[in-house]
Antibody
Framework: EVQLVESGGGLVQPGGSLRLSCAAS????????MSWVRQAPGKGLEWVAH????????WYVDSVRGRFTVARDNAANSLYLQLNTLRAEDTAVYYC???????WGQGTLVTVSS | DVVMTQSPLSLPVTLGQPASISCRSS???????????LSWFQQRPGQSPRRLIY???NRDSGVPDRFSGSGSGTDFTLKISRVEAEDVGVYYC?????????FGQGTELEIK
């Protein structure tokens, strides 16, 4: 069964950092681009970051560029998102997604608040 | 950025009746390979999004055939031939042609 399981969310103060992880199973992880998509409470969807199969190409939405870093470990079938200098507006459920979002995880909630 | 505009934003539908959602992009979503990377997603209450349609009109595995996608260039449509209770939720279109990939605002489908 194809599965994506996110972890690492939580409550963090403004300016703080957090590292999200996504464990993939049921498919050949290294064959796919992988992405992070977020959804603020009661709001729509926003594509945050996108990383090529081998990690050589990374794209970020303007609102997170320079603060967030996407990475992957193909040997560990894992995707990561390092969130630095967090702001209140980064509060959202963060989803891991495969390719052009054919498969989604259950999401992990990041709350930025003092 | 490519702006995706959906209409209507709220869609009350009687069970068994058809439903249609429009999505317009601010720029063509035709990629250099000739494909249009326009997808539709369903998000049921309390669940993760689920992709229904990719590349305008291709249904994902397990998606009922009452869902269909059509369109070209900048105008796209998701149709549900006969709405069922399990179709309640928010529907999003998304373009995956130009970075950053962008979603429409969402259309909330409810049963009348």
């Amino acid at each position: 069964e194809v599965q994506l399981v996110e972890s690492g969310g939580g409550l963090v103060q403004p300016g703080g950092s957090l590292r999200l992880s996504c464990a993939a199973s049921g498919f050949t992880f290294s064959d796919y681009w992988m992405s992070w998509v977020r959804q603020a409470p009661g709001k729509g969807l926003e594509w945050v970051a996108h990383i090529k199969h081998d990690g050589s190409v990374k794209w970020y939405v303007d609102s997170v560029r320079g603060r967030f870093t996407v990475a992957r470990d193909n040997a560990a079938n894992s995707l990561y998102l390092q969130l630095n200098t967090l702001r209140a507006e980064d509060t959202a459920v963060y989803y891991c997604a495969r390719g052009s979002a054919a498969v989604w995880g259950q999401g992990t909630l990041v709350t930025v608040s003092s | 950025d490519v702006v995706m505009t959906q209409s209507p934003l709220s869609l009350p539908v009687t069970l068994g009746q058809p439903a249609s959602i429009s999505c317009r992009s601010s720029q063509s979503v035709v990629y250099s390979d000739g494909n249009s990377y326009l997808s539709w997603f369903q998000q049921r209450p309390g669940q993760s999004p689920r992709r229904l349609i990719y590349e305008v009109s291709n249904r994902d595995s397990g998606v009922p055939d009452r869902f269909s996608g059509s369109g070209s260039g900048t105008d796209f449509t998701l149709k549900i031939s006969r709405v069922e209770a399990e179709d309640v939720g928010v529907y999003y279109c998304m373009q995956g042609t130009r970075w950053p990939y962008t979603f429409g605002q969402g259309t909330e489908l409810e049963i009348k």
